[in-house]
């Protein structure tokens, strides 16, 4: 259970430098001595904020441990503030995975390993990682939170399991491409993954957070404008495009409450039925 009913949560909306760990350790402790000056109680980081998105070949020069040693500062400094942070993940069997690591008092409290990965146009991800296997909620002492990674959340299914798992929040770290025009201030994907964010949070009556990367990496541009939805969809933070910036915002525990006693879309979920009807999906599954 959490121990209080508000939270403050920072969101380091940065531009890592790509395949220099060092350097983007070194910005991370810097933003997170931002945080904590600021009182806040969370700070998370966006998509493989400690190796650059476009590692492909490099993959495994970037990759760590979850007790690689270089960690350590992160270990240190998670007893005064809660880390939600994105490396390459090198396991135990040596598959290199896209992985989000939730940090608390000292330890390794969760970690999640991105379970969709993007391979088509640009992206390239299924041939540089192994995928992860599953969604889970997991308790920090601030209360039951959940992660996704980037594509992740284009699965509905991976926020419904949270929702259900018991998460009153879910964190999205995202390393999100700038694609395509529109006749708006702003391109298509964009005002897309906003609507997304705001869909989700509605549907399962739980916070988002999101935070999205900037900068460019190997012809690809990151647009930022990370966010705080809260359960009734509505957009309650919002940090600038294209440009790093610290988001402070305030997390007010009761909305989920209130939103889930007013909608009880998650109480009146049928899981037996869902079950069933997947698993007759599964059996007769074409390929397609």
Excluded at 142 to 148: A, S
Excluded at 193 to 204: D, M, Q, R, V, Y
Excluded at 244 to 255: M, Q
Aim: hydrophobic share 40%; proline share 3%.
């Amino acid at each position: 259970m959490p121990e209080k009913d508000r939270l403050q949560i920072s969101i380091a909306q940065i531009s890592s430098r790509l395949a220099d760990v060092e350097q983007n350790i070194e910005k991370h402790l810097h933003y997170i001595e931002q945080a904590i000056e600021v009182k806040s109680d969370i700070i998370i980081f966006p998509e493989l904020s400690l190796s650059g998105y476009s590692v492909k070949d490099a993959v495994y020069d970037v990759a760590m441990k979850s007790d690689d040693k270089r960690l350590k500062p992160f270990y240190e400094v998670s007893k005064k503030i809660s880390i939600c942070l994105g490396l390459v993940e090198l396991t135990d069997n040596y598959e290199a995975k896209n992985t989000n690591l939730f940090l608390e008092e000292g330890r390794l409290v969760a970690r999640h390993r991105k379970v969709y990965l993007p391979t088509y146009g640009v992206y390239e991800e299924r041939r540089y990682f192994t995928p992860g296997n599953r969604f889970r909620a997991f308790d920090s002492r601030h209360g039951r939170f959940g992660m996704l990674i980037c594509e992740d959340l284009w699965h509905p299914s991976s926020t419904s399991i949270l929702a259900l798992d018991g998460a009153l929040l879910v964190f999205v770290n995202s390393a999100g491409i700038l694609r395509g025009v529109h006749q708006k201030d702003k391109p298509e994907n964009i005002e897309i993954w906003e609507n997304l964010n705001k869909t989700s949070a509605h549907l399962f009556t739980s916070y988002l957070v999101f935070c999205n990367r900037v900068g460019s990496e190997d012809g690809l541009m990151f647009w930022g404008g990370s966010e705080v939805v809260d359960p009734h969809g509505k957009v309650t933070a919002k940090a600038p495009y294209f440009e790093e910036h610290l988001l402070t915002a305030d997390i007010d525990l009761l909305k989920i409450k209130h939103a889930r006693v007013h909608a009880t879309y998650l109480s009146d979920e049928r899981l037996d039925i869902v079950c069933e009807e997947l698993q007759r999906i599964s059996r007769t599954a074409k390929d397609y």
